[in-house]
């Protein structure tokens, strides 16, 4: 079978390499395309090429080509990133103002305009059903379509698909035209509800859980029927993992007294907490007043977050007794030793705190108790992101929550005192969320199966209806609009009304300024032509002058000659006549006197 992978970046790659390895393994091809060379840390293309060099022959690696410009392009554009913010005007994103914000100003202001108004006036469902028609209107893209023939797959898989304006739509419809059965594999816990709509639905949808399938159903309309629930493969490492160090040992490594527990703080994205080493310092503080003299000297390691590291450079916690910040920011995430180092201080740790990361879960994969506090710098994040409910729903969550500081670092000591128990909310939680189908089923071993399944599902090919045809050229002036009118960048409000004419001016301006200098190039290479042509004709006209006089001369020459010669020619004749004449006078002259004296002697 082959399989084409479309990601929209390569460190994608890293979620399913253990699948693909499945895959590989039993004979199967795998071309990972990528819609952005980005290789950010310097590691995301590291995953694929490993893959690669570990499988030379089955695995191929290229890049993904986009839609080609053009009225169609800039229309999809348009009416994706507005059907990405109109989603969050639904009730259950009520409190996700943050995120609203980050889509937002990827909107058309006009756009926005209109989705709030239909907001406001209940008119919702009607916007979202007439951006999910545009969206089926919008031609498929040639460059794309032809990308996919060239590879001829058997199975075409995207990933993450919701981004804000994906272009992995276009894959997933030109695929589904040409009778490839397709699948999305959801990558992480809140990529169903943290990003933008899904707009079109595959054969398949590969989700961790049932909380994600309910996500799948309920915020993008897929039929049950085609949702596949596998498991996290994502953290199928961490069941298998073991610790190498002893606790003394690694407490030594990272410069904590081995003599104490510690609590394992686990720094979360940019996104999340901007502000995190602000409120880690606060939190410092609150464990070290603590009134039980276990927490309050109790080791601490703050581990931040690999993405969001920066923030703490310069940062000294060196006041605080027992405290470590490691690794250091910029640490090497490539280094053999980095993940058994993550392991070890999650592993030997009482207790784990964070804002909102998936350390959280693996944590819990590893039986710790969870923490966090419910604080106004992080409410964007917490109430404010569905994917948080996750783990702090109080019936199925594996967070501890507290309210304030005081309640939360009560929970700590409670935690710390009892240091080797393992925690039953953490246990319930992965059972449900992280191996639905067992905790000895490995989820990266089902995704194999089930695109191995997906493969031998063939679906037929669709053909353009004719609704499709008159929809499409009823949106051709709505597409028009969308180059002309809608720009890509936000603008104030009245650039949509003078953007069309403002945009003529200029063009005639633009023909008026490239006509003038047309002219004067023109003029300029006439009178350069004519100046040419002068020359030409001066320079012959010189030339057949000089030609003409010489052939005069030449001509005067030879006459004179001519006439001299004639001359002496003439003289000789008239002296020839002369000597010949007197010949014969003197001849004459003798016969008359011969005559006279001949009569006279008679």
């Known amino acids: 079978m082959k399989i084409l992978f479309v990601m929209s970046t390569p460190g994608w790659v890293s979620h399913y390499q253990t699948a693909m390895r499945g895959l590989l393994e039993a004979g199967h091809?795998?071309?990972?395309?990528?819609?952005?060379?980005?290789?950010?840390?310097?590691?995301?293309?590291?995953?694929?090429?490993?893959?690669?060099?570990e499988f030379p022959e089955s695995v191929s690696i290229q890049r993904a080509p986009d839609r080609e410009p053009g009225l169609w392009t800039d229309l999809a554009w348009a009416n994706r990133r507005t059907q990405d913010y109109a989603r969050y005007f639904l009730p259950e994103f009520k409190h996700a103002t943050a995120l609203r914000a980050r889509i937002e100003v990827q909107v058309p202001r006009a756009m926005r305009a209109l989705v709030r108004t239909t907001a406001r006036i209940g008119l919702q469902p009607v916007l979202a059903a007439a951006l999910?028609?545009?969206?089926?209107?919008?031609?498929?893209?040639?460059?794309?379509?032809?990308?996919?023939?060239?590879?001829?797959?058997?199975?075409?898989?995207?990933?993450?698909?919701?981004d804000p304006g994906s272009?992995?739509?276009?894959?997933?419809?030109?695929?589904?035209?040409?009778?490839?059965?397709?699948?999305?594999?959801?990558?992480?816990?809140?990529?169903?509800?943290?990003?933008?709509?899904?707009?079109?639905?595959?054969?398949?949808?590969?989700v961790w859980n049932a909380a994600q399938r309910k996500e799948a159903v309920s915020l993008h309309g897929v039929p049950e029927s085609r949702v596949v629930i596998t498991g996290a493969q994502l953290f199928d490492k961490w069941f298998s993992w073991r610790s190498d160090r002893t606790r003394a040992e690694f407490c030594a490594r990272v410069g904590l007294d081995p003599a104490r527990p510690y609590v394992l703080y686990l720094g979360s994205s940019s996104f999340i907490a901007p502000n995190e080493a602000v409120f880690v310092?606060?939190?410092?503080?609150?464990?070290?007043?603590?009134?039980?003299?276990?927490?309050?000297?109790?080791?601490?390691?703050?581990?931040?977050?690999?993405?969001?590291?920066?923030?703490?450079?310069?940062?000294?916690?060196?006041?605080?007794?027992?405290v470590a910040l490691w690794p250091a920011p910029g640490a090497d995430r490539l280094a053999?030793?980095?993940?058994?180092?993550?392991?070890?201080?999650?592993?030997?740790?009482?207790?784990?705190?964070?804002?909102?990361?998936?350390?959280?879960?693996?944590?819990?994969?590893?039986?710790?108790?969870?923490?966090?506090?419910?604080?106004?710098?992080?409410?964007?994040?917490?109430?404010?992101?569905?994917?948080?409910?996750?783990?702090?729903?109080?019936?199925?969550?594996?967070?501890?929550?507290?309210?304030?500081?005081?309640?939360?670092?009560?929970q700590l000591a409670r935690a710390?005192?009892?240091?080797?128990?393992?925690?039953?909310?953490?246990?319930?939680?992965?059972?449900?969320?992280?191996?639905?189908?067992?905790?000895?089923v490995n989820a990266a071993r089902v995704l194999s199966c089930?695109?191995?399944?997906?493969?031998?599902l063939r679906a037929a090919a669709s053909e353009p209806l004719r609704s499709t045809r008159i929809r499409r050229a009823l949106l051709l002036p709505l597409a028009v609009i969308a180059t002309v009118a809608w720009p890509f960048e936000p603008r104030p409000?009245?650039?949509?009304f003078i953007r069309v004419p403002l945009t003529i001016a200029v063009a005639l301006l633009t023909a008026r300024l490239m006509l003038r200098e047309r002219r004067r190039e023109w003029s300029s290479q006439a009178r350069r032509s004519l100046r040419s042509t002068r020359k030409r004709l001066r320079g012959r006209w010189q030339e057949a002058s000089k030609t003409t006089r010489r052939a005069v001369r030449l001509g005067v020459d030879r006459t004179t000659r001519g006439a001299r010669r004639a001359v002496k020619r003439g003289r000789k004749d008239l002296r020839e006549l002369a000597k010949r004449a007197r010949r014969m006078a003197q001849r004459a002259h003798r016969h008359v006197l011969g005559a006279v004296r001949g009569s006279s002697s008679t």
């Not at 091809?29 to 690669?52: C, H, M, P, W």
Request: glycine share 6%; charged share 20%.
């Open 281 to 322: 310092e606060r939190w410092i503080r609150a464990v070290r007043a603590a009134a039980d003299p276990l927490l309050s000297l109790a080791g601490i390691l703050i581990r931040p977050h690999p993405n969001n590291s920066r923030q703490y450079l310069g940062v000294d916690y060196s006041a605080f007794p027992n």
């Open 336 to 410: 053999p030793a980095y993940q058994a180092d993550y392991f070890d201080s999650m592993y030997h740790s009482s207790a784990v705190v964070g804002v909102n990361t998936s350390g959280m879960i693996e944590s819990g994969i590893l039986g710790k108790p969870v923490f966090t506090v419910l604080s106004r710098d992080f409410e964007h994040s917490q109430a404010g992101t569905l994917h948080f409910q996750h783990i702090a729903d109080p019936e199925t969550g594996l967070l501890h929550l507290a309210k304030n500081l005081d309640e939360h670092v009560a």
């Open 416 to 440: 710390v005192a009892t240091p080797e128990a393992r925690d039953e909310r953490s246990e319930k939680f992965v059972r449900a969320f992280v191996r639905p189908l067992g905790l000895d």
């Open 167 to 206: 272009a992995q739509v276009d894959y997933v419809r030109s695929a589904q035209a040409l009778g490839i059965p397709t699948g999305f594999c959801v990558a992480s816990w809140d990529n169903l509800t943290n990003k933008g709509a899904m707009r079109v639905v595959p054969d398949r949808v590969f």
């Open 450 to 456: 089930a695109i191995a399944d997906l493969g031998a």
């Open 29 to 53: 091809t795998v071309t990972f395309a990528y819609q952005s060379d980005r290789n950010k840390d310097g590691i995301e293309q590291v995953f694929g090429q490993r893959l690669r060099e």
């Open 493 to 496: 409000w009245w650039v949509v």
């Open 132 to 162: 999910a028609a545009v969206e089926r209107g919008i031609p498929r893209s040639d460059a794309i379509e032809d990308f996919i023939i060239r590879a001829q797959p058997d199975v075409l898989l995207v990933t993450p698909l919701v």
